[in-house]
């Protein structure tokens, strides 16, 4: 029988409203947004309450200053504009997520499940799924497909091409299955046509968002491969068979990341066509979707998601080139969409961050491998002149990786305040640490006394402190970062010098990743520092972010290259923590943050109020720090 309502609150459930009016958090559910109401002046009539048409209609296009790369699936690259699409096609998973931040059983997908806590004290998720499920070319989704995502992005085949492949990292077996010693992954079960079963490994409880351990979405195991591939279960857990090899999908496997139309959607719409020139994808409700954990589905027919840039964005908007664009943060553009609204025609939705722009190091070559380098550029850039320039009072400057929105980060403030090096600009301070860190010698060798200081290795030879910076084309950002850092007479009072390349996105997150399978010269450690942005999910989990595991640096996190292992346990204490005791979470978080800081792998740069701006023909658009763009949209219309 199914346990019903059984739901794991997350802490995370800070409602936007109360945030935003300075009080006390909510942490009620708050499983659907609110309906939409039409705001009309205090005439003594009831305000009207609208709804979305009974079917699909009219379309939306969103703009995105970061560009599409049509590689959809995140486990090679993960480009946000590419994973905000891939969202908008993805869909079934046993688990769901509310407005507010609660996550919970999809009953949607799910038709019954058990959890079973075992003597070794691994616990047994068993999920029995809903028969007809189907994805968007009407081809059954099966038990099969929900342990296909497991195996297949947990699998040492596509791994071996670049793929992040740590989907069933938690799951006992995880390892041996990984790296090939064991063909089965004891944790995954293969019970029946509709049921599976997932165990959590013990090593990785209690967990502070254990749900989200066992949840699991569908993958299509013959789009990757093909008809000939199976997947088996005789037992001991769930395995291929020897027919599937990197060799002999490698080709299918890269076919496959950039498919369009036979993409096997299975969410809210569907891929119709990518268009590489202008990045623009196209997508169509998917008629064969029954809906989220509400049986919620999509009321707009067509979502475009195209390319913009920042010069241009709001001028697009205003002519009708785009109807959204989403988490706008520069205070100009903010500034120029709010004159746009006052004109009429169009509405905004504000909401703090769950996140922050930064500037990331790697320290693992060249000057940024040294702390005291790291440190003493910090102090070299007025962040609050910087952030201040940036968001123009729609932000702030924030001294670790988290966000204004987040409720950790709220309520140890005060604390993190007194704890944390806020890296004071001083000409001085960076000259002092980079004195300590042995940047004491001029290119000859001689006592350093002007032009670029340069350390002596232990091999003998001397670096200078050149720093190579990877920026993206038409940068809001990284044309500041020109004028307040790089050409920032101090840095070569200092002894530093910035160098800046200009790149397309994808060129950088190639970099960033040093991902070889795309080109040979992406694999060579070549850019110390890059600027970025990251945004989190609820589930605020950093151990892979710090990750000392050199296989899963390999596969791809730790793009920091950070190699701290107090850093990383700090990290892993932090959610090794029964769910319902917020108290030592937040203790573990302000303990991680203090060594982070001190280590700075990145340099923190602002944490804004994003802004969404959009032709007023789209309604019940309730976009908060919590949700996705798609989850927004799947609950909004349009008329027109």
């Known amino acids: 029988m199914m346990k019903k309502s059984i739901i794991f609150l997350l802490v995370l459930t800070m409602v936007l409203s109360a945030f935003m009016a300075g009080c006390t958090p909510k942490e009620e559910p708050v499983d659907t947004p609110p309906t939409d109401v039409v705001d009309t002046p205090d005439d003594g009539v009831e305000d009207v309450v609208t709804g979305p048409p009974s079917d699909p209609f009219g379309q939306i296009i969103i703009g995105d200053t970061t560009e599409l790369s049509g590689d959809w699936v995140p486990y090679w690259t993960n480009i946000a504009a590419d994973y905000n699409v891939y969202n ?10 509310s407005f507010g931040g609660e996550y919970l059983v999809n009953e949607t997908v799910v038709k019954e499940y058990d959890v079973a806590d075992n003597d070794d004290g691994s616990k047994t998720y068993t999920w029995t799924i809903n028969d007809g499920l189907v994805y968007a070319d009407g081809s059954p989704i099966t038990a099969l497909d929900y342990v296909t995502s497991v195996l297949f992005w947990s699998s040492p085949q596509v791994q071996a091409t670049g793929a992040t492949a740590t989907y069933g990292y938690d799951l006992v077996g995880y390892s041996d299955f990984n790296k090939g010693v064991k063909k089965e992954f004891a944790g995954v079960r293969l019970l029946d046509d509709m049921t599976f079963s997932v165990t959590i490994n013990p090593e990785k409880l209690p967990y502070f968002y254990e749900l989200t351990m066992a949840s699991v979405g569908p993958t299509k195991l013959s789009y990757w491969t093909d008809e000939t591939v199976e997947i088996k279960d005789d037992g001991n857990g769930a395995y291929f068979s020897d027919n599937f090899t990197t060799e002999a999908y490698e080709a299918r496997f890269k076919e496959a990341r950039y498919g369009i139309e036979d993409f096997p959607a299975m969410g809210p719409y569907k891929l119709v066509s990518y268009d590489e020139a202008s990045k623009t994808a196209v997508m169509e409700v998917n008629d064969k979707y029954i809906g989220d954990y509400t049986g919620q589905k999509a009321k707009i027919e067509t979502v475009i998601y195209k390319k913009v840039t920042q010069e241009t964005a709001l001028d697009e908007l205003a002519t009708g080139g785009v109807d959204l664009l989403s988490g706008m943060a520069g205070g100009d553009e903010i500034n120029q969409g709010l004159d746009l609204v006052d004109n009429g025609g169009f509405a905004f939705t504000e909401y703090p961050r769950a996140g922050y722009g930064k500037i990331q190091f790697q320290c693992d070559f060249g000057p940024t491998q040294f702390v005291e380098v790291r440190q003493a550029l910090a102090h070299l850039l007025d962040r609050n002149d910087f952030a201040k320039a940036f968001t ?25 305040n007194q704890k944390l090096n806020q890296y004071p600009y001083s000409l001085d301070s960076a000259v002092e640490l980079l004195e300590k860190g042995g940047w004491v010698l001029d290119k000859d060798g001689n006592d350093y006394s002007e032009g670029i200081r340069y350390k002596k290795m232990e091999d003998g030879t001397l670096m200078p402190l050149i720093i190579e910076w990877s920026s993206s084309e038409a940068n809001a950002v990284s044309d500041l970062l020109v004028v307040k850092l790089q050409e920032n007479p101090d840095v070569a009072a200092a002894g530093m010098q910035i160098n800046q390349t200009v790149m397309t996105f994808g060129d950088l997150i190639n970099y960033l990743y040093r991902d070889d ?9 070549t850019y110390g520092m890059y ?47 029964p769910s319902e005791d917020r108290e030592a979470f937040k203790s573990k978080f302000v303990d991680f943050i203090v060594r982070w800081n001190e280590l700075l792998p990145d340099l923190p740069l602002y944490s804004n109020m994003y802004h969404d701006f959009y032709n007023e023909k789209l309604k019940n658009y309730n976009m908060n720090p919590l949700v996705r763009i798609s989850q927004a949209l799947l609950y909004s219309y349009v008329t027109e």
């Open 88 to 97: 908008f096609i993805m869909g079934y998973g046993t688990v769901d997520m």
């Open 392 to 416: 123009q009072g729609f932000g702030s400057v924030v001294n670790g990786p988290y966000g204004e929105s987040m409720w950790f980060y709220q309520e140890t403030k005060g604390e993190l």
């Open 517 to 525: 399978t795309e080109g040979a010269k992406y694999g060579v450690p």
């Open 531 to 577: 600027n970025l942005a990251t945004n989190y999910t609820p589930v605020y989990d950093q151990r892979d972010t710090y990750t000392t595991d050199p296989d899963e640096i390999k596969a791809g996190y730790n793009t920091n290259f950070l190699i701290d292992e107090e850093l990383e346990r700090l990290a892993i204490d932090m959610v090794l923590t």
